[in-house]
């Protein structure tokens, strides 16, 4: 008999470590090298985006996702760092990956 291990638990402690850091690191720092307007601009445009990318997308790969986001903030003549983008496009994943509904049943649970 073959012996399977169910690895999820562990990608998803992974996850959960990589999001934590870039929004403790990458969004402090990336807050200190843009203003403060214009970040709350890029915020809200990010998480339009992103929210639109996982519609459309689904299960698709992030890569697809990450790439209509890209795309969107051009399409809107947005401005904006590449790694400032995808430190902001991180935390919007794990902001919206900690408001699904599964979550929410968990912690209605509580």
Known sequence: MKSTVD???IIEIVVALLSALVTTFLIPYIKKKISAEKLAELQKWVGIAVEAAEQIYGSKTGTQKKEY???FLLS??????TQEVNALIEAEVHKLTNTTPK????????
């Open 7 to 9: 690895i999820t638990p």
């Open 69 to 71: 986001v890209v795309a």
């Open 103 to 110: 979550n929410k049943t968990a912690e209605a649970a509580e």
């Open 76 to 81: 809107k003549g947005i401005a904006f760092d």
